[in-house]
T-cell receptor
Framework: RKEVEQDPGPFNVPEGATVAFNCTYS??????FFWYRQDCRKEPKLLMS???SGNEDGRFTAQLNRASQYISLLIRDSKLSDSATYLC??????????FGTGTSLTVIP | DAEITQSPRHKITETGRQVTLACHQT?????MFWYRQDLGHGLRLIHY???????NKGEVSDGYSVSRSNTEDLPLTLESAASSQTSVYFC????????????FGDGTRLSIL
């Protein structure tokens, strides 16, 4: 079983829509969680960390559900510039990170 | 501003050649990582280092080696390049601690013919 699994999509949504991605992880002892954004052929960039109580950064909300071992990312009022691949990242222990294969989002005018 | 740089950005080489990809960071991070990214696999860890003189194998380390002689650099060497190693390679660094995110270089696109 993979450490981290994501629905690859693609998700095609109109501007202004709300879209949510989920990501499941296999190691119940996982300590840290992140969402990264990756634009085509470029490096992954940190979008936000995911905290136990959930956290929000502008139009983006991240949630953690330890009981069901998944994290989610909600994007409200989608912009064209949100089109990218979103990577779920889990740090089970220590300093290693496991990346999901990514969920592709296209926001349509 | 602190940064992490990779070189070269693009490289084409032949099978059997030795290839070294450079990674240099000015964050003063102890942790450095090398990943490869291929369609359908996402990012896979090749090697990583928690500090000077420390190196560890990742998920897909066969055919690759690294060395860490100082804090700033973690060069990745392909001892004898194979076509299966054609990929995009990303270097990353992070501060010590499980809650510290990784910062990535721009990537190196390597083609082995």
């Amino acid at each position: 079983r993979k450490e981290v699994e994501q629905d690859p999509g693609p998700f095609n949504v109109p501007e202004g829509a709300t879209v949510a991605f989920n990501c499941t992880y296999s190691n119940s002892a996982s300590q840290s969680f992140f969402w990264y954004r990756q634009d085509c052929r470029k490096e992954p960039k940190l979008l936000m960390s995911v905290y136990s109580s959930g956290n929000e950064d502008g139009r983006f909300t991240a949630q953690l559900n330890r009981a069901s071992q998944y994290i989610s990312l909600l994007i409200r009022d989608s912009k064209l510039s949100d089109s990218a691949t979103y990577l779920c990242v889990v740090n089970p222990t220590g300093n290693q990170f496991y990346f999901g294969t990514g969920t592709s989002l296209t926001v349509i005018p | 501003d602190a940064e992490i740089t990779q070189s070269p950005r693009h490289k084409i080489t032949e099978t059997g050649r030795q290839v070294t990809l450079a990674c240099h960071q000015t964050w003063n991070h102890n942790n450095m990582f090398w990943y490869r990214q291929d369609l359908g696999h996402g990012l896979r860890l090749i090697h990583y280092s928690y500090g000077v003189q420390d190196t560890n194998k990742g998920e897909v380390s066969d055919g690759y080696s690294v060395s860490r002689s100082n804090t700033e650099d973690l060069p990745l060497t392909l001892e004898s390049a194979a076509s299966s190693q054609t990929s995009v390679y990303f270097c990353a660094s992070s501060e010590t601690g499980s809650n510290q995110p990784q910062h990535f270089g721009d990537g190196t696109r390597l083609s082995i013919l």
